[in-house]
């Protein structure tokens, strides 16, 4: 799911409070895109419920080398 305008300003300012360092750690770029929410199942190491547990991820992507980041939606308020 893409972020909303306003869900893009949350995240700015929530990495800006948390003093998120933007060097890339693959190629020491600074310049990323926001990607989108995304929500991959957990995987148990037992039989899996009908509906696997989720967390639900806001991904950014490096633009040189397509390194990519993953930070809790919830944790970064842009979930409930």
Sequence with gaps: MPLTPDQMDQLQSWMEEKDVDTTCPACGNTSWVTGELVAPPVRARSALPESPPQVPMVQLTCTN????????????????
């Design 65 to 80: 080398c397509g390194h990519i980041r993953l930070f809790s939606a919830v944790k970064v308020g842009l979930l409930d």
